[in-house]
């Protein structure tokens, strides 16, 4: 199995745990909660920031022992847009499941002081469409570069089944400002229905990364570099959840040089 794919493990709890040191990379941590009614989980980091993404489910979410909201309007990633929290480095946040619960936790280095915790409720996520034909895809933008945020990028993307997505190929691995950004990514992916499977191809021009994996429900990609395209086979809608974050918080990417004539077609 390619290192760079990190399978759930069995829950209840912290079914997957990605670190800057398990990645080996710098900035990008990611964790996945499954939660029974009245789970809790719970986190702190002085030079972290996060954001609480409730994939699934309903609970209560208090930030440094304040009670924040009670989150949470879906029972499924494709059911529309999110709940979160976007909490500040320095301060400690509680989740407490109300009911079967999938919690995502992004994170990523802040500054503490910086900004207030706060919600962005499922009105505030603006959704947009991309690409034509079977390259389009729907996304939801979480926490993109006009929110405010010290390194942090989350936005969820559904793919509809057969369609391909975050494509035509991109990369932005080198920081090259103002043609590329250096963005760390992971890809949280989600099956409709969950037996389905996907496919990610990450590879760089001189493919000394190149990387085919089928990915299924619940799985993780880590992207340290190069092109990431992704396909989504008949029959099966593919959710995935990205967190992006580098040296500077701005997603500028270069497409794949062979493929720009399909953004003219």
Known sequence: MSRLLVKPRPGPGRVIDVTPASAGWGHVGFAVHELAPGDRADGHDPDRETCLVLVAGTGSVAVD????????ERQSPFEGSPDSVYVPA????????????????????????????????????????????????????????????????????????????????????RDALPNESLLEETYYFRLNPKQGFAFQRIYTDDRSLDTAMAVEDGDVTLVPRGYHPCAAIHGYDLYYLNVMAGPRRTWKFHNAPEHTWLLHG
Not at 116 to 124: H, N, Y
């Open 65 to 72: 022992g304040q009670a924040l909201s009670r989150i949470g």
């Open 90 to 173: 320095g301060l400690s946040w509680t989740f407490v499941a109300d009911d079967t619960v999938t919690l995502a936790v992004c994170t990523a280095p802040g500054r503490t002081g910086s900004r207030p915790a706060r919600r962005i409720r499922p009105g505030d996520v603006a959704q947009e469409s991309r690409g034509t034909g079977s390259n389009l895809r729907y996304v939801r933008n979480i926490l993109p570069e006009e929110a405010e945020a010290d390194s942090l990028l989350v936005v969820e993307v559904i793919t509809p089944a057969g369609h391909s997505s975050s494509y035509p190929p991109h990369k932005h691995d």
